[in-house]
């Protein structure tokens, strides 16, 4: 079992930044490949980063170059750095863990970018 809790959400002007964290319990977090998603109202869930156990990463073409995922398996952490934030980049953003082909999901922190 998995349990992931999201932070580092809030309202930032466009061009700022934002560094989200999730932290995952449990001692199998090295072992999980782990990813951010978004869903902006109206829309459906959306990949946003992903980072395997391995190091592996992979972005949504529309945030490369933006932001930046990282991981720290000695604090059982992973990281989504967010810069040059546009409004379109407004959403709920979730943490996501898959584990032996089990998902798990964070509840979501909101990230609203606006003047």
């Known amino acids: 079992q998995v349990q992931l809790v999201e932070s580092g959400g809030g309202l930032v002007q466009p061009g700022g930044s934002l560094r989200l964290s999730c932290a995952a319990s449990?001692?199998?977090?090295?072992?999980?490949?782990m990813g951010w998603y978004r869903q902006a109202p109206g829309k459906q869930r959306e990949l946003v980063a992903t980072?395997?156990?391995?190091?592996?990463?992979k972005y949504a073409d529309s945030v490369k170059d933006r932001f930046t995922i990282s991981r720290d398996n000695a604090e059982n952490t992973v990281y989504l750095q967010m810069n040059g934030l546009v409004p379109e980049d407004t959403a709920d953003y979730y943490c996501?863990?898959?584990?032996?082909?089990?998902?798990?999901w964070g509840k979501g922190t909101l990230v609203t970018v606006s003047s």
């Open positions: 980072i395997t156990s391995g190091g592996t990463i």
């Open positions: 449990g001692s199998i977090f090295s072992r999980s490949d």
């Open positions: 996501n863990a898959v584990l032996y082909f089990t998902n798990y």
